[in-house]
Each structure stands twice: as structure tokens, then as C-alpha cells.
């Protein structure tokens, strides 16, 4: 099959699925916006890179509003890339701004694939957005969620069946194992890997760090905070603030192939976000056989079970998230047991190998279905 798939090529998940794809014998494009990122597919020669280089100013008018030109624009370029490449599908991971390209460029069979904002917060913004949003889903042959409350949301914009098709994770890249810590072997480390932006709610993880910290004062206790974003300078002033600096290391950006050696430094992953679609850093964190603390927001009840892999909490209390690691700090016994369970869950409902079978089998069944229907049409056309 040839797969020509709309998506930042930058993009850790467009990176996976495009490789991955590719080593199930099939031959995969991809057309970017920002531009292609070839180094970052160098081991994989079968990934043809295709960008559509729009002018800065016209960039910078699309991200404000939707500009006609930089649609049209893209579009054409779509259309020439589609001449070019002549997939057998076309496929748009994200609703929105790539949903829309590939809904404008008429190529079937077309699929759309839902990431979160596209549905959570896209089209509130005004009654265009919504309206796009509509639109986009309403030309495609297939939508694809990756998870039941994404696709309970994306069911206000359009009446079309939705197939879930979760982000899977490596069970053999993301283990429990021996890495070379920043930390000591005596420190109990609770921490994130997040991009560190408002949404994200770290602050709340900072805060309860500083209950535990006050409450548990014999225990070594350390905060790990990986990752780069818009807020981490207001996180490390918190940090500060609340005379955390000593306990408490922002490592900055981490490689995406240096993530697991992160995860594996943990002893506790927090994640106490106040959106969130899915939660693939807690499967990774899970896979990693750690416990997990999380909050009741969108798609982590989904891939977190609570008292068994982990622990449920309000979002924005930072009493609750106190309490859940409070108890796991006192009880080793109790984070082994979680860790484990995390990871046979990750196992038995995520592993990524069953992901990308999943979603090659869609691709089957629609180009399957699409020569069907041609072989109908040639039929018919054959009698009259």
C-alpha cells in the first residue's frame, strides 16, 4: 500500500507510525506544513518527505485565522504531492488544520485521525471553527480517536461511526531497567515528563511535593521535572518560592529516544493535567513498571486503573495529589505491586506492535471496500 499521510514531520507520533508502517512492506509520504525533518527518518529510506513552504507573514495570518490563501495554497500543493506520490489513502492525523487540507484536496478514501485539541478546544474558539471542524469530518471515509472520551466529544460534530485506535507503546524499549541516574540510590524520586506548559498543571505537583516534603521529613525525597516549555520559568520561581531548589531538578528538553532512561530514574510518575486527551507519557511511565498518579481529566481514567496501577485524583487539589503520594512514598511494597500491574496493562491493551496491526487493517478494509465498489461500478457499466 502506498500511505500518504498529513502530519508534522517533526512530530514524535508521526515519526512512529510513519516507521513503523513502513517496516509492514508499505510505502509511506508525508506532506508537512512546517517542512520535512529528513534527518530524523534517515534510517528509514522509504519515507518520502513533502512540505508545503508557505511565506512567514502568510503563516503567521492562518495561525490568527483562517486564511483562505494559505489553504488554497496548501491544498494545491497537496494536489500536486498527490499526482506525485499516488497513495492508495490519504491520512490526516489531526482534524483541524490537516483535516481540513486533505478534506479540500477531494482524494479518496480519506481518513482522519483525532489527536485532542482539534476536538477539546478547536471549535470552541468561534462558530468558523466549528464549523471547519464539521466540514473536515463530514469528507471523511473514516475517522479514528484515540480515545473513548475524544470520541464521545467528537460525536457533537458529526453522526459517523468512530473507530478508537489508541497510541501503543514499545513494551521492549519502554522496561523496567538499569540507567544511569542523575539521582542517588537512597533518594525516592516523584516527577513528570511533560512539556511544561499551563495546561499540564505541574504547579500542583510542585505544591504537593512541598505538603510531602513538610510532612515526611525523614524520607529522601526528590522532584524531577523533565522537559521544556513556555512555563518553566514561572515553575522554577515556584520551586524557589517554596524553598524547593535543593530537591528539585528541571532537566530541561529530553531527546524523545532518551525518554525512557527518564522514566526509568522514577519511582513515582505524575501526571495532573486539566486537559488531556489520552495520556501516552503514563502508558510509558506504566510500561516502565512505575505507579502513577494522575488526574480525572479526558482520557487518563482509560489507561490508568485506579488502586491498581495507580492512583486517581482531583484535578487542581493539591491536598488529593499530596495524600496519593504520601501513601506510595511509605509503602515500597505498594509501588512494586502498582508498577507491575501498570505494565501488564500496557501489555495486554497497548502494546504498540497490535496498535499498527490495527491500523494496517483499517487500511485494508477501506481500500478492500473501495475495490469493491469499483469492481460493482465496472460491473454494471459492463451490462448497460
Known amino acids: 500500500m502506498r500511505i500518504l499521510i498529513l502530519s508534522d514531520s517533526d512530530s514524535p507520533h508521526t515519526i512512529r507510525w510513519a516507521k513503523a508502517i513502513c517496516q509492514k512492506n508499505n510505502i509511506v509520504g508525508i506532506f508537512s506544513i512546517h517542512g520535512p525533518e ?54 490526516s492525523h489531526y482534524a483541524s488544520s490537516y483535516g481540513l487540507i486533505g478534506a479540500l484536496s477531494g482524494f479518496h478514501p480519506f481518513i482522519i485521525s483525532m489527536w485532542g485539541s482539534d476536538i477539546f478546544s478547536f471549535p470552541n474558539c468561534s462558530f468558523l471553527h466549528k464549523a471547519v471542524l464539521k466540514f473536515s469530518l463530514s469528507r471523511a471515509d473514516k475517522l479514528l480517536s484515540t480515545s473513548y472520551i475524544m470520541k464521545s466529544e467528537a460525536k ?40 511544561l506548559e499551563e495546561i499540564y498543571g505541574i504547579e500542583y505537583l510542585i505544591k504537593a511535593f512541598k505538603i510531602v516534603k513538610t510532612k ?4 529522601k525525597i526528590k522532584l524531577m521535572i523533565a522537559g521544556e516549555g513556555s512555563h518553566r520559568k514561572s515553575l522554577e520561581e515556584l520551586v524557589i518560592k517554596l524553598n524547593l531548589s535543593g530537591d528539585t531538578i528541571f532537566t530541561g528538553y529530553i531527546n524523545n529516544e532518551e ?126
Open 216 to 219: 515526611l521529613p525523614s524520607k
Open 156 to 195: 457533537k460534530y458529526t453522526n459517523k461511526d468512530i473507530v478508537v485506535t489508541p497510541f501503543g507503546i514499545d513494551v521492549n524499549r519502554f522496561k523496567p531497567k538499569v540507567v544511569n541516574s542523575i539521582f542517588k540510590k537512597n533518594e525516592i524520586v516523584v516527577g513528570t515528563i511533560k512539556n
Open 259 to 384: 525518554v525512557q532512561n527518564y522514566h526509568n530514574m522514577l519511582d513515582i510518575y505524575v501526571a495532573v493535567s486539566l486537559q488531556e486527551s489520552f495520556g501516552v507519557a503514563i502508558l510509558e511511565a506504566s510500561a516502565c513498571s512505575k505507579p502513577v498518579v494522575v488526574s480525572n481529566v479526558g482520557g487518563l481514567s482509560e489507561v490508568v486503573d485506579d488502586n491498581k496501577t495507580g492512583f486517581i485524583v482531583e484535578k487542581e487539589n493539591t491536598e488529593s495529589i499530596a495524600e496519593a503520594l504520601e501513601v506510595l512514598l511509605n509503602n515500597e511494597k505498594l509501588r512494586n505491586e502498582l508498577g507491575r500491574n501498570g505494565r501488564n496493562k500496557v501489555i495486554k491493551e497497548y502494546n504498540w506492535n497490535d496498535c499498527v496491526d490495527g491500523m494496517i487493517s483499517i487500511y485494508r478494509s477501506i481500500i478492500s471496500n473501495k475495490n469493491r465498489k469499483l469492481k460493482i461500478k465496472f460491473n454494471a457499466l459492463s451490462i448497460n
Open 38 to 91: 529528513s534527518v530524523l527518518y534517515g534510517d528509514t529510506p522509504s519515507i518520502k518527505l513533502f512540505s508545503f513552504k508557505a511565506s512567514r507573514e502568510l503563516q503567521f495570518k492562518s495561525e490568527a485565522a483562517f486564511s483562505k490563501l494559505y489553504y488554497i495554497g496548501a491544498t494545491l500543493s497537496l494536489k500536486k504531492v498527490i499526482n506525485e506520490f499516488k497513495p492508495d489513502i490519504l491520512h
